[in-house]
């Protein structure tokens, strides 16, 4: 069976939106140990393989906002794909407490193999949808642990990220997000901002694209349903703070 780096859905579909989910699955190619990364099915269910209900979520969205979506279909611990290809923490040998042993001895090498066969297939398609609208505006979608090891726990619902200069369609879905009674908000929490080389550095930044990197508390978004309900309910929020930027 062939291996694809990414699913797509939806290209025809005439929004201006682009919904990603980068950390969408825990798969691990059979070209990767033959898949596996030696951790128990455990380990990959946690936050350190993917981002848990994210990929739910985004196709809800993409469906309600009639968005093409674009999907990874590897685990970020095979590499990540919201990083640069410089960065050190492209491929963790040890994260959240975990060592990852299929990638103990991994070197340069075993890098360039991995970005070949997953990172940059990935990349090279989320920027030809990207392109397909000279108006593109990109949403990424994530999700966060409610709490991590030996932290207090998180109290944001959903939260955006940004960085320097700040974008005007965060800062409005912010206020929108805002104005909802029951939902606490991040601003730029539980992380800061975009990191250099990252998917929006890459495909909206770079490009100087709108765009929103949102994140959803992984306990809210166990269930499909829970996903539909969110992806739901955050879809008309993000195309009214788009209104009201072009307003």
Known sequence: ???????????????????????????????????????????????????????????????????????????????????????????????????????RHADCAEIERRKELCYRPYHAELGRIAAGRSDRVILAVHSFTPQLRGRPPRPWHVAILHSPPQNALSLALIARLEGEPDICVGDNEPYAGHQPGDSIDRHALGHDRPHVLLEVRQDLIETVEQQKAWGRRIAPLLQGALTDCNA
């Open 1 to 103: 069976m062939t291996y694809h780096a990414f699913h797509t859905a939806g290209e025809d579909r005439d929004s201006r939106w682009l919904v990603t989910c980068d950390h969408a699955t825990n798969t691990v190619p059979p070209q990767i140990n033959g898949g596996t990364l030696g951790l128990p099915q455990s380990e990959m269910s946690r936050h350190i393989a993917y981002d848990p209900g994210a990929a739910g979520v985004a196709h809800t969205i993409a469906d309600a906002l009639s968005a093409p979506l674009i999907t990874s279909n590897f685990s970020r611990l095979v590499i990540d794909p919201n990083r640069g290809e410089d960065d050190p923490t492209l491929l963790m040998k040890l994260y959240d407490g975990t060592i990852i042993p299929g990638n």
